[in-house]
């Protein structure tokens, strides 16, 4: 039975910002007028010929007549356009390319556009050239556009209608488009149902005609049961993006199909509370507070994204019990901390703070005295992680001679030296630079006895975190003389606001650099946190992988094959793997490949399993007692 309905689905489909995110003709401009003097006065009168053809003031004909006479375009101008065509195609179409290759006998694409730029596009999809109806070009011998054909019903004005007469379909006819024509099919009862795609344009004359409103082809797909690359379609799933995070992170989750909202600022507690109902997917800077009440109201909350390094904003132990994964971006600022702190040290080494300051003052101090090069000297790096790794590379390449310290084994880059023990290396530094993490462990880590061991006249910076310092006694090390020169970029207590004032006891010292937190602040680490954090979050959503995620146990998936994948989180208790592979064994299901991972709260179970399976697992497997969350991937 379902396979005599599938022979009888017919599916029209529209090219022009539907199949492709553009109009065919604005491109086919862009590439005819490139080196034309006035390319931006024809674009402007061809924008004009458009609209009136679509306000109905000019029939498609003479719209189609008078933008070719501006453009005379020639054979050589389709290559190019085909080509930018090829990579303009839909996202949703690109990511379900298997519903046009197994239904490719019923699909027909429809177009008043031209066959020479649709075809090679389309054929790529496994549509067939005899289902693609479009308008066709005449040409000279010289290959110049010089006319159409004016035979083809998509010349003319409701041609898409006389078109579908012609083809007389045998069964129920599906148009999925942009335009007023394409609704015009069902309007002329000649389809079904008139499905508006919104993906890339949305027009108002159209949407309210249309019986449905599909944001993307996988909404399509996903309301007639078709196949999908898919499980879910992701215009349903909402994101929401707080507090400013880089547009480039917009981007990549509208791209990937997702329904994202975003705001400049962040929400509060009740705020948040309300918005979080229908929330599957947050991502947020340093400032949103994710409290364990919050993550009470998240029920289909099922990835937090922190755009930022750290994750003390959210409440881990309440996500991680609700099976929420959360990611953060941990390298993403590296190099600009490590970039700050070598200019820094050559600035604190030659004294420039405060003759600067001099100058300001108007008053000349030229002497080298004090003065001198980074190269050579022994810079003591304490923290040998992401940051302190990289600064030792760099530093080396400078000329800088490295010691390093770490509480766990960490390999030595390059030609540097690891120190047994913090004393070991204070005592030799020229510079010390921390780089450890802010564990509270870390408090007073560098205190009176440390500064004593360090050797006189040393140049002292702090861009890992304030409680790690303490500031009374690098204050009296710098008045003493036993500090020569010091940058801190991180306290104890910083300021919440810019409006509030910083208090410290470092303020009006000689030759110190204070910074506001700023060790990471580039366009660079924004970008890189834009990218970063977005991919990690789609490829939890895609694939079930959790690698460097900070509270899920991490597991890196291969690509999901021919196979569904069940992600099954449940809390760590013994027994239930063995449980979920009972279910499997009980509804005779094949199993393809199976991961788990465990942390001190939760169990993470891949399970892949073959194509065919009977729908009651699913059911069998959500009643396993301690889920958390269970979902299925396509
Ligand atoms: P990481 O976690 O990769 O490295 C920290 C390293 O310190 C680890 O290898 C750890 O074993 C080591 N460590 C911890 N406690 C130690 C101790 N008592 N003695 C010796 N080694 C110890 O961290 P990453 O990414 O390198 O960041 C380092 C620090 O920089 C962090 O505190 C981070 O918060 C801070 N940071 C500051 C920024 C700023 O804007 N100023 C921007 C980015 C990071």
Same mark, same amino acid.
């Given at each position: 039975m379902v396979k005599d309905a599938k022979i009888n689905k017919y599916f029209v489909i529209d090219f022009d910002s539907t199949f492709t995110k553009v109009e065919a003709f604005d491109v086919l401009a862009d590439i005819v007028l490139r080196e034309h003097p006035d390319s931006e006065g024809l674009k402007k009168r061809i924008a004009k010929i458009t609209n009136l053809g679509m306000e109905g003031k000019l029939s498609l004909?003479?719209?189609?007549?008078?933008?070719?006479?501006?453009?005379?375009?020639?054979?050589?101008?389709?290559?190019?356009?085909? &080509?930018?065509?090829?990579?303009?195609?839909?996202?949703?179409?690109?990511?379900?390319?298997?519903f046009f290759e197994t239904h490719a006998a019923n699909i027909y694409i429809i177009s008043n556009g031209f066959r020479e730029f649709i075809e090679p596009v389309v054929t790529e999809y496994g549509i067939r050239s005899e289902n693609i109806l479009a308008n066709e070009f005449i040409f000279d011998e010289r290959e110049k556009v010089i006319g159409f054909d004016l035979d083809n019903p998509l010349s003319a004005n409701n041609g898409k209608v006389e078109q579908l007469k012609k083809l007389s379909l045998p069964g129920d006819v599906y148009v999925i488009g942009d335009g007023y024509t394409d609704y015009e099919i069902k309007h002329a009862g000649l389809a079904n149902k008139f499905y508006a795609f919104t993906e890339n344009v949305e027009r108002a004359s159209v949407l309210n005609k249309a019986d449905h409103v599909a944001p993307s082809l996988d909404e399509f797909l996903y309301l007639n049961k078709l196949n999908t690359a898919i499980s879910y379609p992701k215009n349903r799933i909402n994101v929401?993006?707080?507090?400013?995070?880089?547009?480039?992170?917009?981007?990549?989750?509208?791209?990937?199909?997702?329904?994202?909202?975003?705001?400049?600022?962040?929400?509060?507690?009740?705020?948040?509370?309300e918005k979080i109902k229908n929330v599957s997917v947050l991502g947020i800077r340093s400032k949103t507070q994710v409290t364990a009440k919050v993550i009470e109201h998240a029920n289909r909350l099922m990835v937090i994204g922190a755009f930022c390094i750290g994750t003390n904003q959210i409440d881990l132990k309440a996500a991680t019990k609700k099976?929420?994964?959360?990611?953060?971006?941990?390298?993403?600022?590296?190099?600009?901390?490590?970039?700050?702190?070598?200019?820094?040290?050559?600035?604190?080494?030659?004294?420039?703070?405060?003759?600067?300051?001099?100058?300001?003052?108007? &008053?000349?101090?030229?002497?080298?005295?004090?003065?001198?090069?980074i190269r050579g000297k022994k810079l003591g790096i304490v923290g040998y992680g992401n940051i302190g790794s990289q600064l030792s590379v760099l530093a080396e390449n400078l000329g800088m001679k490295i010691l390093y310290y770490d509480r766990e084994e960490k390999l030595a880059l390059g030609n540097a030296t690891k120190c047994k023990s913090l004393k070991e290396l204070l005592t030799q530094a020229d510079v010390v630079t921390l780089h450890v993490d802010g564990r509270e462990a870390n408090t007073n880590l560098i205190g009176e006895a440390e500064f004593s061991w360090m050797k006189k006249?040393?140049?002292?910076?702090?861009?890992?975190?304030?409680?790690?310092?303490?500031?009374?006694?690098?204050?009296?090390?710098?008045?003493?003389? &036993?500090?020569?020169?010091?940058?801190?970029?991180?306290?104890?207590?910083?300021?919440?606001?810019?409006?509030?004032?910083?208090?410290?006891?470092?303020?009006?010292?000689?030759?110190?650099?204070?910074?506001?937190?700023?060790?990471?602040?580039?366009?660079?680490a924004q970008e890189n946190i834009g990218n970063f954090v977005p991919g990690k979050m789609m490829d939890y959503i895609n694939t079930g992988s959790t690698s460097n995620s900070v509270n899920f146990p991490n597991l890196t998936l291969p690509t999901?094959?021919?196979?569904?994948?069940?992600?099954?989180?449940?809390?760590?208790?013994?027994g239930i793997l063995a449980q979920i592979n009972k279910v499997l064994a009980d509804n005779g299901i094949n199993i393809v490949g199976q991961y788990l991972k465990t942390n001190e709260h939760i169990g993470y179970v891949i399970t892949d399993i073959n194509k065919e399976y009977n729908k009651d697992v699913i059911k069998d497997l959500r009643a396993i007692e301690h889920t958390i969350k269970f979902r299925v991937l396509y």
């Open positions: 004909r003479e719209s189609i007549d008078k933008r070719l006479e501006i453009l005379q375009p020639e054979k050589r101008h389709l290559t190019p356009l085909v &080509k930018k065509l090829k990579d303009l195609v839909s996202d949703s179409f690109k990511r379900n390319k298997e929401l993006l707080l507090e400013n995070v880089h547009p480039v992170a917009i981007e990549l989750m509208k791209s990937e199909g997702f329904n994202v909202e975003s705001y400049p600022a962040g929400l509060d507690e009740d705020e948040l509370c099976g929420i994964a959360v990611f953060n971006a941990p390298f993403s600022n590296t190099r600009s901390v490590v970039e700050l702190a070598i200019a820094e040290m050559i600035m604190l080494m030659r004294n420039i703070i405060d003759k600067s300051a001099k100058m300001h003052e108007g &008053k000349w101090d030229k002497s080298a005295k004090g003065s001198f090069e006249g040393v140049i002292f910076l702090n861009l890992s975190r304030g409680h790690v310092v303490d500031v009374k006694a690098l204050r009296a090390s710098i008045l003493n003389g &036993k500090v020569a020169g010091c940058s801190v970029d991180v306290f104890p207590y910083e300021p919440i606001s810019n409006d509030e004032e910083f208090v410290s006891e470092l303020r009006g010292l000689p030759n110190t650099i204070l910074s506001p937190h700023i060790g990471g602040s580039t366009s660079e999901l094959e021919n196979a569904h994948r069940l992600i099954h989180i449940h809390n760590n208790v013994p």
